[in-house]
């Protein structure tokens, strides 16, 4: 039986309870809920001008595709030529470009300068010796405009990332652009076979596509880079797996039918490599990032052995020929190479000036490839050797910097960011074996220097977010 007094002082708490919970204010059911982060917006503008920017850096010059007509020899000659300045159009549009890269840093002084702080000083170190080698240049004129093209697209892209920082991320804007081109080029190729497949008769280009590119290994780069892109995708599910499987699809058509086995290569290496740093198993992760580092150096040193400059580098070569199904020539690329070796012994410290081997004037040293090899290469088809070429043992040890200091950002990435330093180091791989027998490094001709551009300006934005992230986050917290 229980008292009146212990009934009294239950009802007394209950009141009491009763009387609080009246007592607070009343906050209504939607202000409740957890109120939903706001949208983030892309800075249409300067996204578009980056798209822009990187078709345009695809197509061909006017985005004429007519000089790929077979039966035109004029034209056909036009094709071997590397170019050496561009039309009222073209130059216009690169006015426009290099006015916007200069004008959003400019309005933006104070967070430009923290961002310029964080991207990887070699490459600013190689703008700067690319712009002095104006004063020794074998043909000052071109390396100008090389510098010029090469400035517009690093301030394009530096500016981007001032702006967009993190609500566009580097492969938001470089998958469907890609995609795009190489759905395109599908297209292409059964629109107008002639000039989207390779007509010439030798045979590593009998029926090679090169799609709305300037030549098969141009199209052939793109679809590794979008296999590698959309294979990131599906792992880090920021895609609907359907869309990269057909994002996967269009880039594999196009990769086989480039016929371009140094992009196969890529593309199965930097597949593995993702794969590898996604996943692994947990007890192999702490030791990533030392694997990663064997492989780079391993990849240099068969640089180096491609070069002539290992001993014994047929036996170090072999497992690379065997790959790629290429001879020990690299079919035959060593005659290329032998050629711009001789070059190379007139300008050891500092090159022949940036840009300036490959032209066709009167007294070019290039020139001589038409007269001992009958056909003009238009590139050194290996990306360290152009560059000793164009820069000299100078710009060998700044691309040895800056693709060191790549890799040291791209680890520090990795570390807080698994997804896209993963993306970033296997990028930075890809490109280490297929400038083995392609020029691409530093080469503003090639749709590559702008990706990897791309890459370092954002991999600078991305550690000085992670920067002051932390100097936010406090002591308690981080622990």
């Known amino acids: ?39 983030k917006k892309r800075p249409l503008v300067i996204t578009c001008v980056i798209m822009f920017l990187l078709v345009f850096t695809i197509a061909p010059e006017n985005f004429d595709y007519s000089t790929f007509e077979p039966n035109a020899v004029a ?22 470009l290099l006015a916007v890269g200069v004008a959003v840093p400019l309005a933006r002084s104070a967070s430009a300068l923290k961002l310029l702080r964080r991207v990887n000083p070699y490459l600013l170190l190689f703008f700067a010796l690319a712009t002095a080698s104006v004063l020794w240049s074998i043909d000052s004129g071109i390396t100008l405009r090389r510098v010029v093209r090469a400035l517009t697209i690093a301030l394009d892209f530096f500016a981007f990332v001032l702006i967009a920082g993190k609500t566009v991320s580097f492969q938001s804007v470089l998958r469907p652009v890609y995609t795009v081109v190489l759905a395109g080029s599908i297209l292409f190729v059964l629109a107008e076979p002639r000039l989207a497949i390779e007509q010439s008769t030798q045979f590593e280009l009998v029926g090679a596509w090169r799609g709305l590119t300037t030549q ?86 068969y640089s180096l052995a491609v070069l002539n400059l290992v001993p014994g580098s047929g036996m170090l070569l072999s497992p690379i020929t065997a790959l790629t199904g290429k001879d020990m020539t690299f079919s035959g690329r060593t005659a290329i190479w032998n050629i711009i070796d001789e070059n190379i ?124 992230q932390s100097r936010a986050t406090p002591p308690v917290a981080r622990r």
């Open 1 to 39: 039986m229980v008292s009146r007094t212990g009934i009294d002082a239950v009802n007394n708490r209950s009141g009491s309870r009763s009387v609080q919970a009246n007592m607070r204010p009343r906050v209504p059911a939607a202000a409740a809920a957890k109120p939903k982060a706001p949208r």
């Open 75 to 96: 034209n056909a000659q036009q094709q071997l030529a590397m170019p050496t300045q561009g039309s009222a159009f073209s130059r216009t549009m690169w006015l426009l």
């Open 216 to 301: 098969k290994n141009g199209l052939g780069s793109l679809a590794a880079i979008g296999v590698i892109l959309w294979l990131h995708a599906w792992l880090t599910k920021e895609r609907h797996w359907l869309l990269a499987l057909a994002g996967a699809t269009v880039s594999a058509i196009c990769l086989v039918h480039s016929r371009s086995s140094t992009s196969l290569m890529a593309a199965i290496f930097g597949s593995l490599l993702l794969l590898m740093l996604l996943r692994s198993p947990p007890g192999l992760r702490r030791y990533l990032p030392y694997l990663i580092g064997l492989f780079v150096c391993a990849l240099l040193i």
């Open 345 to 468: 012994a007139q300008h050891r410290l500092l090159g022949s000036g940036y840009g300036a081997y490959w032209n066709q004037v009167p007294g070019s040293p290039s020139l001589q490839m038409l007269q001992r090899l009958y056909f003009y290469p238009t590139e050194g088809h290996n990306g360290y050797l152009d560059v000793i070429n164009d820069l000299g043992i100078a710009g060998a040890l700044c691309l040895l910097a800056y693709l060191l200091t790549f890799l040291r950002q791209g680890l520090s990435i990795f570390r807080t960011q698994r997804s896209q330093g993963a993306l970033f180091l296997t990028l930075l791989l890809a490109q280490m074996v297929a400038n083995l027998s392609e020029s691409r490094w530093f080469n503003t001709l090639s749709p590559e220097f702008v990706m990897f551009t791309f890459a370092t300006m954002a991999m600078g934005r991305a550690l000085l977010d992670r920067d002051a």
